[in-house]
Nanobody
Framework: QVQLVESGGGLVQAGDSLRLSCAAS????????MGWFRQAPGQEREFVAA????????YYADSVKGRFTISRDNAKNTGYLQMNSLKPDDTAVYYC????????????????????WGQGTQVTVSS
Protein backbone atom coordinates (compact mmCIF):
# COMPACT_ATOMS: atom_id res chain seq x y z
CA GLN A 1 0.00 0.00 0.00
CA VAL A 2 0.94 3.64 -0.31
CA GLN A 3 0.80 6.19 2.46
CA LEU A 4 -1.01 9.40 1.61
CA VAL A 5 -0.85 12.88 3.12
CA GLU A 6 -3.16 15.68 2.00
CA SER A 7 -2.39 19.37 2.25
CA GLY A 8 -3.66 22.66 0.91
CA GLY A 9 -6.97 23.01 2.68
CA GLY A 10 -8.07 26.21 4.34
CA LEU A 11 -10.72 28.88 4.79
CA VAL A 12 -11.69 30.78 1.66
CA GLN A 13 -14.57 32.87 0.40
CA ALA A 14 -17.10 31.80 -2.17
CA GLY A 15 -15.67 32.14 -5.65
CA ASP A 16 -12.09 31.60 -4.52
CA SER A 17 -9.77 28.77 -5.55
CA LEU A 18 -7.71 26.19 -3.68
CA ARG A 19 -5.36 23.46 -4.79
CA LEU A 20 -5.17 20.35 -2.67
CA SER A 21 -2.13 18.10 -2.83
CA CYS A 22 -1.81 14.42 -2.00
CA ALA A 23 1.75 13.27 -1.35
CA ALA A 24 2.34 9.55 -1.61
CA SER A 25 5.09 7.38 -0.19
CA UNK A 26 5.73 3.67 -0.02
CA UNK A 27 4.84 1.53 -2.98
CA UNK A 28 4.99 2.92 -6.50
CA UNK A 29 2.35 5.63 -6.67
CA UNK A 30 2.48 5.59 -10.44
CA UNK A 31 0.75 2.21 -10.55
CA UNK A 32 -2.21 3.37 -8.44
CA UNK A 33 -5.42 5.02 -9.52
CA MET A 34 -6.31 7.94 -7.29
CA GLY A 35 -9.50 9.48 -6.07
CA TRP A 36 -10.67 12.44 -4.04
CA PHE A 37 -13.61 12.16 -1.69
CA ARG A 38 -15.17 14.59 0.76
CA GLN A 39 -17.27 14.41 3.88
CA ALA A 40 -19.31 17.23 5.32
CA PRO A 41 -20.52 17.21 8.94
CA GLY A 42 -23.42 14.82 9.38
CA GLN A 43 -23.15 13.52 5.84
CA GLU A 44 -21.72 10.43 4.23
CA ARG A 45 -18.41 10.48 2.42
CA GLU A 46 -18.99 11.27 -1.23
CA PHE A 47 -17.00 10.87 -4.40
CA VAL A 48 -15.47 14.01 -5.92
CA ALA A 49 -13.05 13.01 -8.67
CA ALA A 50 -10.84 10.16 -9.85
CA UNK A 51 -7.86 9.72 -12.15
CA UNK A 52 -6.22 6.64 -13.63
CA UNK A 53 -2.60 5.80 -12.92
CA UNK A 54 -1.69 6.91 -16.43
CA UNK A 55 -3.51 10.21 -15.97
CA UNK A 56 -5.35 9.62 -19.21
CA UNK A 57 -8.76 8.97 -17.67
CA UNK A 58 -10.58 11.26 -15.28
CA TYR A 59 -14.09 11.36 -13.89
CA TYR A 60 -15.96 13.91 -11.80
CA ALA A 61 -19.04 14.12 -9.68
CA ASP A 62 -21.69 16.26 -11.32
CA SER A 63 -21.53 18.72 -8.44
CA VAL A 64 -17.92 19.66 -9.22
CA LYS A 65 -17.71 19.10 -12.97
CA GLY A 66 -16.37 22.18 -14.72
CA ARG A 67 -15.04 23.67 -11.47
CA PHE A 68 -12.59 21.06 -10.16
CA THR A 69 -9.68 19.45 -11.98
CA ILE A 70 -7.87 16.33 -10.84
CA SER A 71 -4.31 15.71 -11.95
CA ARG A 72 -1.17 13.88 -10.93
CA ASP A 73 2.59 14.02 -11.29
CA ASN A 74 3.91 10.48 -10.95
CA ALA A 75 7.50 11.69 -11.01
CA LYS A 76 6.75 13.63 -7.82
CA ASN A 77 4.47 10.95 -6.32
CA THR A 78 1.83 13.62 -5.90
CA GLY A 79 -1.79 14.05 -6.88
CA TYR A 80 -3.71 17.30 -7.03
CA LEU A 81 -7.23 18.65 -6.92
CA GLN A 82 -7.59 22.17 -8.30
CA MET A 83 -10.81 23.68 -7.01
CA ASN A 84 -12.15 26.82 -8.63
CA SER A 85 -15.32 28.83 -8.11
CA LEU A 86 -15.73 27.35 -4.67
CA LYS A 87 -19.16 27.36 -3.07
CA PRO A 88 -20.24 27.04 0.57
CA ASP A 89 -21.61 23.59 -0.33
CA ASP A 90 -18.03 22.51 -1.04
CA THR A 91 -17.21 22.82 2.66
CA ALA A 92 -16.00 19.43 3.87
CA VAL A 93 -13.00 17.37 4.87
CA TYR A 94 -11.32 16.25 1.67
CA TYR A 95 -9.59 12.89 1.47
CA CYS A 96 -7.36 11.43 -1.20
CA UNK A 97 -7.32 7.71 -1.75
CA UNK A 98 -5.42 5.22 -3.90
CA UNK A 99 -6.09 1.78 -5.33
CA UNK A 100 -3.86 -0.40 -7.53
CA UNK A 101 -4.72 0.27 -11.15
CA UNK A 102 -5.99 -2.88 -12.82
CA UNK A 103 -5.24 -1.38 -16.23
CA UNK A 104 -4.09 1.98 -17.58
CA UNK A 105 -7.55 3.54 -17.75
CA UNK A 106 -8.89 2.09 -14.49
CA UNK A 107 -10.66 4.44 -12.10
CA UNK A 108 -13.22 3.94 -9.37
CA UNK A 109 -15.96 6.11 -7.86
CA UNK A 110 -16.56 3.67 -4.98
CA UNK A 111 -14.86 4.44 -1.69
CA UNK A 112 -14.90 0.77 -0.66
CA UNK A 113 -12.60 -0.12 -3.54
CA UNK A 114 -9.80 2.15 -2.36
CA UNK A 115 -7.03 0.57 -0.28
CA UNK A 116 -5.17 3.58 1.05
CA TRP A 117 -6.49 6.82 2.52
CA GLY A 118 -5.00 10.06 3.75
CA GLN A 119 -5.97 11.75 6.99
CA GLY A 120 -7.99 14.47 5.29
CA THR A 121 -7.71 18.24 4.95
CA GLN A 122 -10.42 20.71 5.88
CA VAL A 123 -11.86 23.03 3.26
CA THR A 124 -14.21 25.73 4.47
CA VAL A 125 -15.93 28.09 2.06
CA SER A 126 -17.67 31.11 3.53
CA SER A 127 -20.49 32.92 1.77
Amino acid sequence: QVQLVESGGGLVQAGDSLRLSCAASGRTFGSYAMGWFRQAPGQEREFVAAISWSGGTTYYADSVKGRFTISRDNAKNTGYLQMNSLKPDDTAVYYCAAVPGLYAAYISVNSYEYHSWGQGTQVTVSS
